[in-house]
């Protein structure tokens, strides 16, 4: 398997431009996680969804981020308008929500974000 | 109370040597605890991990102690090699009946093995 795929590897871009990010899970996982690392706060968690829905999105800091899983293969994290404080990496994780399983998250490499 | 507290906030240790990284929590609930091993570039990746049920769980030079009256858990990694050189991040969990479980993780303890 080829795991969670994340894309872009790095993301530079302007103060005030729509930033997405992407995320494919590995197939067969039925629950995904967005999280937000940076070295003053740490691995934050954003949002999660299970079966494509989302459960949990206290996490998300303001309105100008987004989530969405359009289908199981597929999720997407939207920042706009960018702001220089969103610099971070992003992660993205999946798992497969049964018994001992639901435990285990899988990440992807990261988005690295750099907002200037 | 959803906290996980860890320390050190970095570790420079020998080779050879004993690493330990102790996490502390609040919440009774949580039954299950990771132990997540980040390189640089990389995403983090499961460990090992523990229930509460047993208060000790070996896995190669990979150790969990946990304390279930102290509210402590602890990573020992024993005959530390330049290769464990990571961020480590503990975690808890607890079954709250929903499909899936949140992952709440620990600050992180950054880990040089000097050799």
């Known amino acids: 398997d080829a795991g969670v795929i994340q894309s872009p590897r790095h993301e530079v871009t302007e103060m005030g431009q729509e930033v997405t990010l992407r995320c494919k899970p590995i197939?067969?996982?039925?629950?995904l996680f967005w999280y937000r690392q940076t070295m003053m706060r740490g691995l934050e968690l954003l949002i999660y969804?299970?079966?494509?829905?989302?459960?949990?999105d206290s996490g998300m800091p303001e309105d100008r981020f987004s989530a969405k899983m359009p289908n199981a293969s597929f999720s997407t994290l939207k920042i706009q308008p960018s702001e220089p404080r969103d610099s971070a990496v992003y992660f993205c994780?999946?798992?497969?929500?049964?018994?001992?399983?639901?435990?285990?998250?899988?990440f992807g490499a990261g988005t690295r974000l750099s907002v200037l | 109370q959803q906290q996980v507290k860890q320390s050190p906030q970095s570790l420079i240790v020998q080779k050879g040597g004993i690493s330990i990284i102790n996490c502390a929590y609040e919440?009774?609930?949580?039954?299950?605890f990771p132990w997540y091993q980040q390189f640089p570039g990389k995403g983090p990746a499961l460990l090992i991990a523990?229930?509460?049920?047993?208060s000790e769980k070996k896995e190669g030079r990979f150790t969990i102690s946990f304390n279930k009256s102290a509210k402590q858990f602890s990573l020992h990694i024993m005959d530390s090699q330049p290769g464990d050189s990571a961020t480590y991040f503990c975690?808890?969990?607890?079954?709250?009946?929903?499909?899936?479980?949140?992952?709440?993780f620990g600050t992180g303890t950054l880990l040089a093995v000097q050799p």
């Open positions: 975690a808890a969990s607890y079954d709250y009946g929903g499909a899936t479980n949140k992952l709440i």
């Open positions: 523990i229930r509460p049920d047993v």
């Open positions: 994780a999946s798992s497969f929500a049964t018994g001992v399983a639901k435990n285990i998250q899988y």
């Open positions: 969804f299970n079966n494509n829905v989302p459960i949990d």
């Open positions: 919440n009774t609930a949580f039954d299950y």
């Open positions: 197939s067969g996982h039925n629950s």
